[in-house]
């Protein structure tokens, strides 16, 4: 299994401009979510989904959307980007999100830099 | 809100044990104590999770109070690739909560 895949690594994006950040996990789980590192700081919750087609907010979700078309894959798109959004986004998997019996298994990152 | 309240940062010796404290005094019966640690330019990874009774597992040992308001993450003998951030979290769940967790030194 490669567990909770992300991509790209890096990116670097001009005020205004789109992306999207991809997030793959192949261990079934039913659970996703985003969260956002700012340098210094823990992490905070964007967006998250219990299931396909299931989508709610976290803590901070203004600037970003989500979308759970399939089991596997959770991207997370920048509609306009501000500098505002520069930090590091880590997604994350759990079997269950409704089971605080089942952990979190998260990817590498994408360090996204917005000037 | 984190729900709970860990140390900035603490310092130890290599080979040594390390007993990273947590609060969470507001705790509910059903919430369970994760611990999550964060390496440097990683994402965090899962450590050890328990409700009541103390847990062991290959990467550390979790003591739980018994009145469930307190936590200590035990690491029986540091390494420096112990070196991180570590995240204890109350619930788990939905919406999992980090808080800016204890950072680990660990020395030579």
């Known amino acids: 299994n490669a567990g909770v895949t992300q991509t790209p690594k890096f990116q670097v994006l001009k005020t205004g401009q789109s992306m999207t950040l991809q997030c793959a996990q192949d261990?079934?789980?039913?659970?996703m979510s985003w969260y956002r590192q700012d340098p210094g700081m823990g992490l905070r919750l964007i967006h998250y989904s219990v299931g396909a087609g299931i989508t709610d907010q976290g803590e901070v979700p203004n600037g970003y959307n989500v979308s759970r078309s399939t089991t596997e894959d959770f991207p997370l798109r920048l509609l306009s980007a501000a500098p505002s959004q520069t930090s590091v986004y880590f997604c994350?998997?759990?079997?269950?999100?409704?089971?605080?019996?089942?952990?979190?298994?998260f990817g590498n990152g994408t360090r996204l830099t917005v000037t | 809100d984190a729900k709970t309240t860990q140390p900035n940062s603490m310092e130890s010796n290599e080979e040594e044990p390390v007993h990273l404290p947590c609060n969470h005094s507001t705790i509910s019966g059903t919430d369970y104590i994760h611990w999550y640690r964060q390496l440097p330019s990683q994402g965090p990874e899962y450590v050890i999770h328990g409700l009541t009774s103390n847990v062991n597992n290959r990467m550390a040992s979790l003591a739980i109070a018994e009145d469930r308001k307190s936590s200590t993450l035990i690491l029986h003998r540091a390494t420096l690739r112990d070196a991180a951030v570590y995240y204890c979290?109350?619930?788990?769940?939905?919406?999992?909560?980090f808080g800016a967790g204890t950072r680990l030194f660990v020395k030579a």
């Open positions: 979290i109350r619930g788990g769940g939905f919406k999992t909560i």
């Open positions: 261990m079934n789980h039913e659970y």
């Open positions: 994350a998997s759990s079997r269950t999100g409704d089971s605080p019996n089942s952990p979190l298994h």
